[in-house]
């Protein structure tokens, strides 16, 4: 069974960083995507960062420029390097792994989730 950790939330300033990090039991190439989710009460979860195992990595419009998602494959982590944080950067921190089947179906992996708080 696969798991997903997530690690490295916690309350910062506004204008300050924090480093996302997301860990797996199973290497993170045979992830065809991994990626970065955000929720907060009364809202649905939204994308925030993807990285396929081929292409281009994508961003969300309310942090590009800002956030930086990476496959570190010596740790075999996914981390998000979050700069210039603002307040509407609060939420819950979801890391998610998508692998395709050999069948062409995809399965999905989700962790607990960790807090991020910018606040003054």
């Known amino acids: 069974q696969v798991q997903v950790v997530e690690s490295g939330g916690g309350l910062v300033q506004p204008g300050g960083s924090l480093r996302l990090s997301c860990a797996v039991n199973?290497?993170?190439?045979?992830?065809?995507?991994m990626a970065w989710y955000r929720q907060v009460p009364g809202n649905q979860r939204e994308l925030v960062a993807s990285?396929?195992?081929?292409?281009?990595?994508k961003y969300s419009d309310s942090v590009q420029g800002r956030f930086t998602i990476s496959r570190e494959f010596a740790k075999n982590t996914v981390d998000l390097q979050m700069n210039s944080l603002k307040p509407e950067d609060t939420g819950v921190y979801y890391c998610?792994?998508?692998?395709?089947?050999?069948?062409?179906?995809?399965?999905?992996?989700w962790g607990q989730g960790t807090q991020v708080t910018v606040s003054s």
């Open positions: 998610n792994a998508e692998r395709m089947l050999p069948s062409g179906s995809k399965e999905d992996y």
């Open positions: 199973a290497s993170i190439f045979s992830f065809n995507v």
């Open positions: 990285a396929p195992r081929w292409g281009s990595r």
